[in-house]
């Protein structure tokens, strides 16, 4: 398959890189991850250049990797400096190093040309590194194409059935909603006004039973494959549509998944809050329950894939699918333009 690959993806959380050697998975890429001694994060290709043994197998001695088949050692440019068996090191033993950055509790990995890796184009999640927000976040692996899960959190008018004790209500697969598209980015804005909370915003805002509030879900999509959700409920008649978000609770979803295979991916996400910030059991919980709910999500898409690679079939869509439809086009487009980009030089 392919995949947008001059593009920054997540590779891991920063507490997972640390001074062992770690293996994952990106892009049908095998890349080891690990932090040199003064802390920085190295990104190198996870398979020997001699025998394709797995660098990740081996170990870190200062800041060179030693391979664990026949002690073939490298630098954090993935340059071989020796080779046990001989004196001579091979011109050109080595393995790739990817451009890599630690920036809002991330491990950002760019695979496609070294030459286009500009921090800048790194995607917005600020939030996990402003003072004004906590956070809770995690990792579940996706038995599934990346690109499933991404449609998920853009048509959200499964909450209902998917997820009814935490943020479905009866009535919220018919909220309004307007999509919109400006370039490569797409908005999804949904509000559900005057209705019973969710049990999961009622649980977080402390509304009172049988209170009613406006509830709103500003989905943003950026590619290939991040999504960030403005969400929450506030008492009936806060102006929420214009924006108003400090007279009940807040949160913003944070999601990044980063394709593994063709047939399966991972999924980073974070809870962001600006309520309760002195209370650290907020973000614990909320990093629990979220991937809780999540683990509904993945069944769903893990099912999907199942059914889809039986073979082809007939697909519907409906009309809240404009959004995903349209991130289809996005992203099918990007990896369009970088093939013809790759034929041309």
């Not at 932090?35 to 920085?40: L, S, Y």
């Not at 809240?320 to 970088?338: H, N, P």
Request: charged letters at 25%.
């Amino acid at each position: 398959m392919s995949y947008v690959r001059n593009a920054w993806y997540v590779a891991a959380w920063d507490h997972e890189v640390t001074r062992s050697l770690k293996r994952r998975i990106v892009l049908d890429e095998p890349v080891l991850l690990f932090r040199q001694d003064d802390g920085a994060p190295v990104a190198l290709e996870d398979r020997c250049c001699h025998r394709q043994a797995p660098l990740s197998m081996g170990k870190l001695v200062g800041n060179i990797v030693h391979c664990p088949y026949h002690g073939l050692q490298y630098d954090t440019s993935g340059k071989v400096v020796k080779v046990p068996s001989q004196d001579m090191v091979p011109k050109g033993a080595k393995v790739r190093s990817y451009p890599v950055v630690e920036k809002n509790h991330w491990i950002w990995i760019w695979l496609g040309d070294a030459a286009r890796a500009d921090p800048a184009l790194i995607e917005d999640f600020h939030w996990m590194n402003d003072p004004a927000w906590r956070f809770g976040g995690n990792y579940l692996h996706v038995e599934a194409n990346y690109l499933l899960l991404v449609e998920n959190l853009l048509d959200t008018t499964h909450l209902p059935f998917l997820h009814p004790d935490t943020l479905g209500t009866d009535s919220f697969a018919r909220s309004e909603f307007e999509v919109k598209r400006e370039g490569d980015r797409i908005t999804v804005a949904r509000y559900l006004m005057n209705d019973l909370p969710a049990p999961f915003h009622k649980q977080m805002g402390g509304f009172p039973d049988g209170m009613k509030v406006d509830r709103w879900q500003i989905t943003h999509y950026g590619p290939p494959s991040f999504v960030k959700l403005d969400v929450g409920s506030a008492p009936v008649g806060t102006a929420v549509r214009q924006g108003e978000r400090g007279k009940g609770v807040n949160m913003w979803n944070l999601n990044a998944i980063t394709p593994e295979t063709e047939k399966s991916a991972h999924y980073f996400f974070a809870q962001a809050y600006n309520f309760k910030l002195d209370e650290p059991w907020v973000g614990q919980m909320l990093a629990k329950q979220i991937r809780d709910i999540f683990l509904e999500d993945m069944a769903m898409v893990k099912a999907q894939q199942q059914n889809m690679d039986l073979g082809p079939s007939p697909v519907q869509n409906l009309g809240q699918d404009k959004a995903w439809v349209a991130m289809r086009q996005i992203v099918d487009r990007l990896i369009r333009d970088e093939g013809g980009q790759a034929r041309a030089a």
